[in-house]
């Protein structure tokens, strides 16, 4: 069974830092492209960033990039996204995903 495990939310200053954790079983993690999306409520998911492979290719979206760092640990089979320079718009609840399956999200909330 594929689960995936979000933490690291919770609520930060503008201007303020959070890292978010993403711990993935039941699949080859290594194998595996990871991707992190966000929600507002009331709106559809948003694409955040993905890697694709240990020190290979990421992409990040135009709102976060230079912000954001996507990162993984195959060791771990954990994928990373550290979150700085946090804005009030990128409040929202943050998803991992891999192919089809998502986990539970974590809410940050960026408000002064």
């Known amino acids: 069974e594929v689960q995936l495990v979000e933490s690291g939310g919770g609520m930060v200053q503008p201007g303020g830092s959070l890292l978010l954790s993403c711990t993935a079983s039941?699949?080859?993690?290594?194998?595996?492209?990871m991707t992190w999306v966000r929600q507002v409520p009331g709106k559809g998911p948003e694409w955040v960033a993905t890697i694709a492979q240990p020190g290979g290719l990421k992409w990040y979206a135009d709102s976060v990039k230079g912000r954001f760092t996507i990162s993984r640990d195959n060791a771990r089979s954990s994928a990373y996204l550290q979150m700085n320079n946090l804005k009030p718009e990128d409040t929202a609840v943050y998803y991992c995903?891999?192919?089809?399956?998502w986990g539970q999200g974590t809410q940050v909330t960026v408000s002064s």
């Open positions: 995903n891999v192919q089809q399956y």
């Open positions: 039941g699949f080859n993690f290594g194998a595996n492209v």
